[in-house]
């Protein structure tokens, strides 16, 4: 019973190491190649956008909020870029806002310029 323990702290211990040791970017997505569940959503101008209206596009779906601070104010005006450089080429870039009171949810589409 007193091995148990120090037993049982093993395959922790192993289980950490092999997590620290692993690049996620090596790890395979089984969703990379599969088709997105259809989904609609309400836009900030109180229309939908539906995923079936871009069928034929690449569509970039990006989750972002305002109090993400620094990761999504640093990439939201590289997507715009994007979206301004590849729309042409059918290039669609949906933004879908998480956790936010609509206000700030503005404030930070305006501060940035995203259309």
């Known amino acids: 019973m007193r091995w148990l323990v120090p037993l049982s702290v093993v395959p922790v211990l ?14 395979p997505s089984p969703l990379v190649g599969r088709p997105a ?6 836009g900030f ?6 995923l079936a209206a871009l069928r034929g596009k690449v569509v970039v ?6 109090w993400c601070n620094p990761s999504c104010y640093d990439e939201a005006p590289v997507l715009e870029r994007a979206w301004r450089t590849y729309r ?3 290039v669609a870039v949906v933004g879908v806002d998480m ?3 609509p206000e700030a949810a503005r404030a ?8």
């Open 14 to 27: 192993a289980l950490l190491a092999y997590g620290f040791t692993t690049n996620p970017r090596d790890i």
């Open 37 to 42: 569940a259809p989904f609609t959503l309400t």
């Open 45 to 50: 101008d109180g229309g939908p956008v539906a």
């Open 61 to 66: 779906l990006n989750f972002w909020a305002s």
């Open 88 to 90: 042409e080429r059918g």
């Open 99 to 101: 956790q936010d009171t």
């Open 108 to 115: 930070f589409i305006q501060r940035f310029g995203l259309t």
